[in-house]
């Protein structure tokens, strides 16, 4: 497999607070993919991080990756209720770029 | 933009029937294709990719006898589940791709697929 166990995980919390995902990955990868599914949805990419960058922003997210420990986190700041989903990172194949493959995803619910 | 319609968005189907799964990118030319079933843990499988002038790729555990996938031109791809039974149910998305600048993938809605 291609992901750590710990990245399977369900986080609640209050709208306004702010709130960090986390991946790991075992193999090397080019560019590390955020993307949210909402309910009853596809999911759709939120960010996308290369290998020599350290940090991303875009609006209240913010995606870090440390390739020397091949994790990744997405942060999101001011949390709203409307972005209750799950957030899945995902990595290419390294030799095949093509190819995108999914972690286990992190359920985010924020309550109102 | 770029927008994938995927239909059915559900569909049952007796056990050992088979069933048949579109993918259209509207907007966009797809060069690659990306077929991935999705569990109700929300667990992605990656079955196959088919990118343009390249022979579809199947992932372990998937087959062609099993999943035949077309892609005839760059805007529309299928998927058949052939026999299907319970050990198929899931979420079936196709990720089209626009080529090899963009990493994005876009998502239709999906198609459900219950066995009966």
């Known amino acids: 497999s291609q992901w750590g166990e710990e990245n399977l995980q369900a986080l609640s919390i209050q709208e306004g607070e702010d709130v960090t995902m986390n991946c790991s990955y075992k193999t090397y990868t080019t560019v590390v993919q955020w993307y949210r599914q909402k309910s009853g949805k596809g999911p759709a990419q939120l960010i996308l991080i290369r290998s020599n960058e350290r940090e991303k922003r875009s609006g209240r997210?913010?995606?870090?990756?440390?390739?020397?420990?091949?994790?990744?986190?997405l942060s999101i700041t001011g949390t709203l209720a409307t972005d209750t989903a799950v957030y899945f990172c995902a990595t290419d194949a390294g030799t095949n770029a093509y190819k995108v493959i999914f972690g286990k995803g992190t359920h985010l619910h924020v309550l109102p | 933009g770029a927008l994938v319609y995927q239909y059915p968005r559900r569909?049952?189907?007796?056990?050992?029937?088979?069933?048949?799964?579109?993918?259209?990118?509207?907007?966009?030319?797809?060069?690659?294709?990306?077929?991935?079933?999705?569990?109700?843990?929300?667990?992605?499988?990656?079955?196959?990719?088919?990118?343009?002038n390249s022979a579809i790729k199947y992932e372990q555990n998937?087959?062609?006898?099993?999943?035949?996938?077309s892609h005839p031109n760059l805007s529309f791809s299928s998927m058949t589940v052939l026999n299907a039974y319970l050990e198929d149910r899931g979420l079936y998305l196709c990720g089209a791709r626009r080529d090899r600048v963009d990493e994005r993938l876009f998502f239709g809605h999906g198609t459900k697929l219950s066995v009966l």
């Open chain 1, 61 to 73: 997210l913010r995606a870090t990756l440390d390739t020397s420990s091949q994790s990744s986190s």
């Open chain 2, 62 to 69: 998937f087959t062609q006898e099993k999943f035949p996938i």
């Open chain 2, 11 to 52: 569909t049952i189907c007796k056990s050992g029937t088979s069933m048949r799964m579109e993918c259209q990118a509207v907007g966009f030319q797809a060069t690659s294709v990306a077929w991935y079933r999705q569990s109700p843990q929300k667990t992605f499988e990656l079955i196959a990719l088919s990118t343009v």
